[in-house]
């Protein structure tokens, strides 16, 4: 069947380490992928997407590169901050019945200490 | 700001009572959908209309009931809550095809 699967969090790091959030995928043909982040007590946010193989997903820093060869959808960032503490959700998006739906992961947290 | 609007942002239940969330979009589009949130789980599909007029079944539909009232609003209906109920309720609504979906703040709802 059609699945996320998101590494285990929780996930701790220092302010300006580096970040690797590993997304891999089960999908019949070639699904669009995308990273939400939800912060706490709010909804989840659209932070990245990549709608083909090779392509490269960014926003605020950071990135995912859409991986056909291994099924797979990483977040990375260079440099986190404070601020990105929060969940990370990996997703997928498939036709269904007519219309569509998101696949999730399911969800990592992150914390970032100062 | 545009975007997905729930009401009520919490609310706490008994056992075997009703209540309908709301959602509401202001983006023109077309289809709706209605997730649940449960610790480790990710989000889960409930009910999702993909037009105007339609509604249909997601993955875990028992126990809801969904209203399309017109192209901006969506509604989730519980006619008897369940312990098992207990949960944050997303909705989220999409203009086309392969697009991202919005999503509102959600629901944060208790059933005791």
């Known amino acids: 069947g059609n699945s996320v699967t998101q590494m285990e969090g929780p996930v701790t790091l220092s302010e300006e380490a580096f970040l690797t959030i590993n997304c891999t995928y089960t999908?019949?043909?070639?699904?669009?992928l995308f990273w939400y982040v939800q912060y706490p007590g709010e909804g989840l946010q659209l932070l990245l997407k990549?709608?083909?193989?090779?392509d490269k997903g960014s926003n605020k820093g950071f990135e995912a590169t859409y991986r056909k060869e291994t099924t797979s959808f990483h977040l990375e960032k260079g440099s986190v901050q404070v601020s990105d503490s929060a969940v990370y959700f990996c997703?997928?998006?498939?036709?269904?019945?007519?219309?569509?739906?998101?696949?999730f992961g399911q969800g990592t947290r992150l914390t970032i200490n100062p | 700001n545009a975007g997905v609007t729930q009401t009520p942002k919490f609310q706490v239940l008994k056992t075997g009572q009703s209540m309908t969330l709301q959602c509401a979009q202001d983006?023109?589009?077309?289809?709706m959908y209605w997730y649940r949130q449960d610790p480790g789980m990710g989000l889960r599909l409930i009910y999702y209309?993909?037009?105007?007029?339609?509604?249909d079944k997601g993955e875990v539909p028992n126990g809801y009931n969904v209203s399309r009232l017109n192209k901006r609003e969506f509604s989730l209906r519980l006619e008897s809550a369940a312990p098992s109920q207990t949960s944050v309720y997303f909705c989220?609504?999409?203009?086309?095809?392969?697009?991202?979906?919005?999503f509102g703040d959600g629901t944060r709802l208790s059933i005791l």
């Open positions: 997703a997928l998006i498939l036709p269904y019945q007519g219309a569509q739906k998101l696949v």
């Open positions: 989220a609504s999409i203009k086309q095809e392969n697009q991202p979906q919005h």
């Open positions: 983006m023109n589009h077309n289809s």
């Open positions: 209309s993909a037009s105007e007029g339609t509604t």
């Open positions: 990549a709608t083909k193989a090779d």
């Open positions: 999908a019949t043909g070639y699904p669009s």
